[in-house]
Structures are given as structure tokens and as C-alpha cells.
């Protein structure tokens, strides 16, 4: 499903962020990307979105070579890939419903579509009865289901999440990792670049570990170190 | 047509909450597409005002009544071997009463009290091909200035010699001072109108960055982005030009129908001569949306 294949990232500062990673993520599998800040997981991440170019090596996403998408191309990739992030990056104005229509709305899905999906992912997470309030109106966890009902609602092969738990307090964020377990059981490839050490130790998935843009271990049901 | 509500939508959303400086673009547009088109109307009332005046030769021989078919042919081969003499061409009575009557279609004052056959002569126009060898033709013709300080031709059915150089020089000079004075104030203006409507767009797309942001996470294209703003500009710039084209009918109705009857043999610009300025406006405006809409943009939507 993903694949990197020495891959280096040097931003333009001089900076390398990624020195040869090699990795090969399954589809299905959920993995965790550990590592202290600075050690490459965002900018593994925004390679995967096409948001910034390798400087060498491959990366391929559900069989497609990155570098071979032209740019007005990247929109369809990104559709097959659901994000989630610390700070949920959910619109103040507009309600839960609202947030994960948008999604749908600007991919232009037909109203039958979006009328149809919104309130089922919506149930999904757990919010089943919570459409219409506003993100000030939800606890961070509530927030953090509805980011994740938006990345998943048109369906995608892999699930993004960047420090989701950041901001969540430890027993909410067990909550959410129950939430991205049960993604992950759909179908969904997740992977998740964290540096929650109890949240990796108690979920014994496979563990990556970058130290300073260096693949340092890959480990099968793992822990955070 | 979930499509269209949606972009809609979003250009609504875009106008109200840029209100204010949506309206500088605007005006500074209309402001733009005003001067614009003024310089247009300028350089069309001049161009009568010179068909009227000189028929847009540069020297005009009328001939005695009645016309001799042989003069006409006689004179026209004479006048073509002169080397200062480029073109010349004939103009019967019939033909100079019809201009005459195009020409001041609005002045029935004018129209109505010239018995036309009577007083309008027919005509062969010279055009020069070099101008100061102008010298040639009352030559060739035999006219001379009398005691009184009249032109007379020894030339047979030659009736006079009317030099328009001067006066074509100057009406063109004129005509090239005004239009295109008017004309830089309008580009400047329409550089402003852009950079403002570019503005807009930019504060627009800044205010909404976090939708953005969204919108390229979950794979919209950049088109789907991006249309909702155009729309705007180009709603800013059409609404400038609407209301150019009709301060340029306000401004043909106050200043130019007030004269009419008033000024006696000038021609003036109808009601025609502003519609058939107005799609040039409107293209001009859409030059100034897409322009404006492609450096707005510019940054903003790199992938």
C-alpha cells in the first residue's frame, strides 16, 4: 500500500529531514511512526500527501509512483488518503455535520451522497446525536471523532494521523485509538506518527522508529522503545 | 446543479464578507472602464467632426453646377498624374446630400433649413501623397486668389479649391491629445482596478486560508478552489462596467443632448456611438478579472 524506497528529504535550509528510509507498509496493517520531535514524522507524512517532493529515492502510494503525479493529479491521490492532526483543523463555523460535508461537497459529490454518508460516519465515531453542534460546543476528544469521521467519510485506502492524540488527555485518547483500531479493522491502512509512549506500548502494533531522518527500528508489535 | 448552488454559495459568502474592499475594486473599476470609454467617445465625436468638416480628404475640388460627365473625367485623369496626388475620388450630389444628412440625422434644425441639392456641390477628393507638395493641384487647376482675396480656377467647371490640410492636422492633433491623454489616465486607472480586484481576491483567499488549507487536504482541485474567487472578480469588474456605461449615457445625456441645436454643423455622438462603446468596456473589464484573478492567485494555490 506504501512504499518508500531510499528515500532522502533535505528542505532548502540544508536540513535532512528523511536520510534513506527504506519501508514497506501493507495494506490492512496499522503502524506507528516514533521517534522525538525533529526526527522526520511530519515530513514523512507530507511526503506521502505529495506536500513536498523527495529529493531521492521513490515513494509509492496504493501503486503509484509519487513523482509521476502531475500536480493537477495530486487532488485524486489525496481523496484516497484520509489526515488527522493535533489541532483536528475542523471549521469554527460550521457544525460537525457541516465539517464532514465539506469534504464531500468540494470533491463534488452529489447532495444524495453527502446526505446519505455524513450522518452514517458521523454515528460511526460516536456522534451520532451531536450533527449539529459546533466544534466549540465538543470536548477536544468529540472534536478529535469529528476530524476522523472527515478523513474517513469518502472512504479511503489509508488513514493519516499526525499526533492525534496530542492534545487529549489519557483516557480520552484511548478512545480515540479504540476509534482508529476499529478504522484499521474496515480495511483502512493507518498509520500514525505519535510519541505517546503508553499509547504504543498498550496497543503492540508494528512500530517504526526514526532518530534524526534515520530508520532506526521496525518492529512487529512493538513498543515505544 | 449541486455544483453550481455550491460555487454560488461561495462567491456570495466571499462578497459580503469582503464587503468594503470588494467596493473599492468596484469603483475604482467603474472609475477605470469610465475613463475608458470616454476616450473611446472622444475619438468617435472627433472622427465626425472631422467626416463632417473635411470628408476625411485632405483637399476637396467642387465643381460648377451642373456636373459634365467629361470634367469629372478629365479632371480626375489630370489630378492622378500629379506626383503629390495619391488618390482621387468622386463624389456626386446625391452622394454628398446623404452624408450630409447621416452627419446631422439628430439636428433636424440643420437638416430641414438646407435645401441640400441647392447648396451642396459635388466634389472630386483628392488625398496627397505628400502634403506639401499641396501646391500642385490649385496649379494644375488655374486657381489663383483674385483682387477680393477669393480663390478663383481657370480650370472649366472647376467652382473652387478647398485646402483642409491645415484644419485635418489640427482636428487629428486634437483628437490624438485627448483620446489618448484620456486613454493613459484610463490604463493607469485600469492597473489600479486590477491590482485592487488581485487585493480582493488575495484577502479573500487569506481569510479563508484554513478552508483552503482543508480543501487541498481532502483532494479538492484546484479549479473547484479556485472558481469562487474568479466569479468574484469577475463580478467586481461587470458590475464597474455596468455602471461605466452608464455614466457614459448620463454624461451623453447631460453634456452632449444640451447642445444639440445649439452648435450648428458639429455633429454629435447618439445614443449608438455609446452602445457600440459599451462591449469594448465589458471586454476590457473581463481583461481586468482575468488578469487580476491570475496574479491573485498566483500564490496562493501552489500545491
Known amino acids: ?225 | 446543479m449541486a455544483r453550481l448552488d455550491y460555487y454560488f454559495r461561495e462567491t456570495a459568502a466571499g462578497l459580503r464578507r469582503n464587503g468594503t474592499v470588494a467596493f473599492a475594486a468596484m469603483s475604482t473599476a467603474f472609475i477605470a472602464l469610465f475613463l475608458f470609454g470616454l476616450a473611446l467617445l472622444i475619438a468617435r465625436e472627433f472622427d465626425l467632426v472631422i467626416e463632417a468638416w473635411t470628408g476625411n480628404v485632405q483637399v476637396a475640388i467642387y465643381l460648377d453646377d451642373p456636373v459634365r460627365t467629361d470634367t469629372v473625367e478629365r479632371l480626375t485623369e489630370q489630378l492622378g498624374q500629379l506626383s503629390a496626388v495619391s488618390e482621387v475620388s468622386y463624389e456626386d450630389k446625391d452622394a454628398a446630400c446623404a452624408r450630409f444628412i447621416e452627419l446631422f440625422r439628430n439636428q433636424p434644425a440643420i437638416t430641414d433649413n438646407v435645401e441640400c441639392e441647392e447648396v451642396i456641390p459635388a466634389s472630386l477628393r483628392v488625398n496627397l501623397a505628400d502634403a506639401s507638395q499641396y501646391e500642385q493641384i490649385p496649379a494644375a487647376l488655374g486657381c489663383a486668389p483674385d483682387d477680393a482675396g477669393e480663390v478663383v480656377c481657370s480650370a472649366p467647371g472647376v467652382r473652387a479649391v478647398a485646402d483642409y490640410r491645415e484644419l485635418l492636422d489640427r482636428l487629428v492633433a486634437i483628437t490624438r491629445v485627448l483620446s489618448i491623454g484620456v486613454l493613459s489616465i484610463a490604463v493607469i486607472m485600469l492597473g489600479s482596478a486590477i491590482a485592487l480586484v488581485a487585493n480582493t481576491l488575495r484577502m479573500g483567499m487569506f481569510a479563508r486560508r484554513k478552508e483552503i488549507g482543508i480543501m487541498r487536504l481532502v483532494g479538492a482541485t484546484n479549479w473547484r478552489i479556485r472558481v469562487p474567487f474568479l466569479i468574484e472578480g469577475f463580478i467586481e469588474a461587470f458590475l464597474g462596467a455596468i455602471a461605466a456605461v452608464f455614466a457614459l449615457f448620463l454624461v451623453k445625456v447631460v453634456f452632449i443632448d444640451r447642445l444639440r441645436g445649439e452648435i450648428e454643423f458639429i455633429p454629435l455622438i447618439r445614443n449608438s456611438d455609446v452602445i457600440a462603446v459599451a462591449p469594448w468596456i465589458l471586454i476590457a473589464a473581463a481583461v481586468v478579472a482575468v488578469i487580476a484573478g491570475t496574479i491573485g492567485m498566483r500564490r496562493f494555490l501552489d500545491v
Open chain 1, 1 to 225: 500500500m506504501i512504499s518508500l524506497q531510499h528515500v532522502t528529504k533535505t528542505y532548502k535550509n540544508g536540513v535532512t529531514a528523511l536520510d534513506g528510509v527504506d519501508l514497506e507498509i501493507q495494506k490492512g496493517e496499522f503502524v506507528f511512526v516514533v521517534g522525538p520531535s525533529g526526527s522526520g514524522k511530519s515530513t514523512l507524512i507530507r511526503l506521502l500527501l505529495k506536500e513536498e517532493e523527495v529529493t531521492k529515492g521513490q515513494v509509492y502510494v496504493a501503486g503509484k509512483a509519487l513523482e509521476k503525479i502531475t500536480p493537477w493529479k495530486v487532488p485524486h491521490l489525496r481523496r484516497n488518503i484520509g489526515t488527522v492532526f493535533q489541532d483536528y483543523k475542523l471549521l469554527q463555523d460550521k457544525t460537525s455535520f457541516e465539517n464532514v460535508s465539506f469534504a464531500l461537497e468540494v470533491i463534488g459529490k452529489p447532495k444524495h451522497v453527502i446526505d446519505q454518508r455524513v450522518p452514517e460516519i458521523l454515528d460511526y465515531v460516536g456522534l451520532g446525536d451531536k450533527l449539529n453542534s459546533y466544534p466549540d460546543e465538543l470536548s477536544g476528544g468529540e472534536q478529535q471523532r469529528v476530524s476522523i469521521a472527515r478523513a474517513c467519510v469518502n472512504r479511503p485506502l489509508v488513514l493519516l494521523a499526525d499526533e492525534p492524540t496530542g492534545n487529549l488527555d489519557p483516557n480520552t485518547s484511548v478512545d480515540i485509538m479504540r476509534l482508529l483500531d476499529k478504522v484499521n479493522k474496515i480495511g483502512t491502512t493507518v498509520v500514525m506518527a505519535t510519541h505517546d509512549q503508553a499509547i504504543v506500548d498498550a496497543m503492540r502494533k508494528r512500530v517504526v522508529e526514526l532518530e534524526q531522518g534515520k530508520l532506526v527500528r521496525d518492529q512487529s508489535r512493538g513498543v515505544y522503545s
